[in-house]
């Protein structure tokens, strides 16, 4: 099993561009977030999807959306990238219920110039 | 959520054991006490989690006093593989949470010598 997969693993982008950060896990789990972690902060949770056709907005969700395409992926938009978005994104998974047991994928570092 | 309070940074070397507290004053009666590491351009894995008393794995230990208060993670005979960030998290486990609220927090650096 692969785990959380995340892509790209690195991208730099122009002030006002959009992209979207790809997370898909094989665990056949419930839930899904992202997080960003700023150097040497700990990580604040963007979103999270508790279940398949859910999403809900976490500490930071300003600037960005999420889509929760299937069970096994969960999106993560920039509409307007801005040098605040400069981070390291992480995508993590788990059971249903079970949110203090996350698993982490290998993270996508965003520079936003 | 509790607020949990641990130390910024420790320096430790290769054969010692290792601990570190974390103060969580306003825990709730359904909070889990959960520990996660990080290690550089890695995302955080799961190591331990623990209610109340002593849970040991292969791993680590976590120790629970009575009050619930704090807890400390003990990590034997620390190797230099071992530097890594060290999270503690206080959260509840109720089953019928829909939430992923977990909150990091700055965590604890641990730098082992050799």
């Known amino acids: 099993n692969a785990g959380v997969t995340q892509t790209p693993k690195f991208q730099v982008l122009k002030t006002g561009q959009s992209m979207t950060l790809q997370c898909a896990q094989d665990?056949?789990?419930?839930?899904m977030y992202w997080y960003r972690q700023d150097p040497g902060m700990g990580l604040r949770l963007i979103y999270y999807s508790a279940s398949e056709g859910t999403t809900d907005k976490g500490e930071v969700p300003n600037g960005y959306n999420v889509s929760r395409l299937n069970k096994r992926e969960f999106s993560l938009r920039l509409e307007s990238a801005a040098p605040s978005q400069t981070s390291v994104y992480f995508c993590?998974?788990?059971?249903?219920?079970?949110?203090?047991?996350?698993?982490f994928g290998p993270g996508t570092r965003l520079l936003v110039l | 959520l509790a607020k949990t309070t641990q130390p910024i940074s420790m320096d430790s070397y290769e054969g010692q054991e290792v601990n570190i507290t974390c103060s969580h004053n306003?825990?709730?009666?359904?909070?889990?006490i959960t520990w996660y590491q990080q290690f550089p351009s890695q995302g955080p894995r799961f190591i331990i989690q623990g209610y109340k008393t002593k849970v040991t794995n292969e791993v680590a230990s976590l120790f629970i006093p009575a009050d619930r208060k704090s807890s400390t993670l003990s990590l034997p005979r620390v190797s230099l593989s071992d530097t890594a960030v060290y999270y503690c998290l206080v959260g509840d486990i109720n089953r019928d949470n829909q939430g992923g609220k977990l909150i990091f927090g700055q965590g604890t650096e641990l730098s082992v010598k050799p």
């Open positions: 306003n825990i709730a009666t359904n909070d889990y």
């Open positions: 665990m056949n789990h419930n839930s």
């Open positions: 993590a998974s788990s059971e249903w219920g079970q949110q203090e047991t996350q698993y």
